[in-house]
């Protein structure tokens, strides 16, 4: 058995450099057995190692040994070999959380975990459509019950068994009970097309966040004026009762203000052949209001709105038409010989950039074109 998985809680170890090959400044070698655990896919990013405090490199190659990749090292050096602990700690604490978790779900909803991680963010997977929050807390009471109970952890080749629980695949070094979990959390619930994903923390990464969530506690009872967690609920809900009253407010505002414009907008309208004509040069103006305004006029009928957006050098066009104008907007755009002008669109609404410059010119175009087309159009009719 490797040492890694032998003796899972050594963080050191006294190595001899052995040969090494030199290529493009580094030097390489192999360790046939040691105290880093190497990654594995979906499971583990492997340990962080280090020669006498410096960083190494490593990959594994198909035996199963670590080739080491290092700027400078002597072959037959004795040096020391250490690994990050916190890290390879919290991976032994995800590993059994992912086997105690998934014993949970088992004997409390009788559902089947589909998948699991814990390389990049730890989940598992369960084939439901959803869980109530009381059926989660007694999931997370259940597995925190197991960490409490402290139970021996045997282990096997590529499995461990716990009292009470069937065996189960483990990945890499393996902790002796599950009271070294300390803590377990269920951090968050997502519906995802597969089923419903269970994020999930325990050890160092459960207390933190348990810690962030006792910090927002302790600031929103203090901002809120409230002592226990019912009051705070209370509050926020009332709180998000005024907000909603707001919005509404500001919705009604907005609308009356969008109905204003528009018909300020539509009081320049100026008629040629039956077809109305919005042509403005407009400044310092909000582009959420001007899209909602120029769809609202858009509705209307036999109508061609044309802006300039003049903004330092630069300026935008915006043509925009009603449905019953019978105009090819971007054909029209297509056709400008401009090798300054970069635009976009539809038939419907086009936009461009154009030197400042050139705005008035490309609005002038665009009015000319539209109208000739029209006239051409009424004529052949």
Known sequence: M????????????????????????????????????????????????????????????????????????????????????PRR?????????????????????HVDVLDA????????????EDIGFVSLEKIENFVNHLIESNLPIQEHADSVEIAGIDES???GPVLKQTGELALFAIKKVEKIEQGLKLSFA?????????????YLTKNLSMYLQASTTKDIWRAVKKLQGKIDGQKKTIDELEAKLGLEQ????MSR???????????????????????NLTQAIQKKAKTVQIYGIPNGNEAQIH???????????????DSLDDEHLDGTGNLYRVQANVPRGNMTRVMETFLFKIQRELADEKKND
């Not at 991680?117 to 439901?128: A, G, K, Q, R």
């Not at 325990?202 to 006792?214: M, Q």
């Not at 008629?271 to 899209?291: A, D, S, W």
């Open 117 to 128: 991680s814990t390389e990049e963010e730890c989940y598992i997977l369960v084939d439901t």
């Open 319 to 333: 043509v925009i038409r009603s449905a019953d104008v019978n105009v090819d907007l971007k054909k029209i755009l």
């Open 269 to 291: 309208r100026r008629t040629i052949q039956g077809v109305g004509y919005i042509y403005l040069t407009l400044e310092n103006i909000n582009f959420k209001n001007f899209k």
């Open 89 to 109: 700690l919290q991976h032994m604490q995800d590993n059994i959380a992912r086997i105690l978790l998934t014993a949970a779900v088992d004997k409390l909803l």
């Open 262 to 265: 528009v018909q300020e907008f």
């Open 169 to 171: 695949k483990s990945v």
């Open 202 to 214: 325990a050890g160092r990464a459960a207390l933190d966040d348990y810690r962030n969530h006792r």
């Open 2 to 85: 490797a040492l890694y998985l032998s003796d899972p809680y050594r963080k050191t170890m006294e190595i001899t450099i052995p040969d090494t090959v030199k290529s493009k400044g580094y030097h390489y070698f192999l360790l046939e057995d040691s105290i880093v655990a190497p990654p594995v896919e979906h499971y583990t990013k492997g340990d962080a190692a280090f020669i006498d405090n410096q960083p190494v490199d490593y990959t594994v190659i198909e035996d199963g040994h670590l080739q080491c990749k290092v700027e400078n090292i002597e072959s037959g050096a004795k040096k020391e070999l250490t690994i990050d602990w």
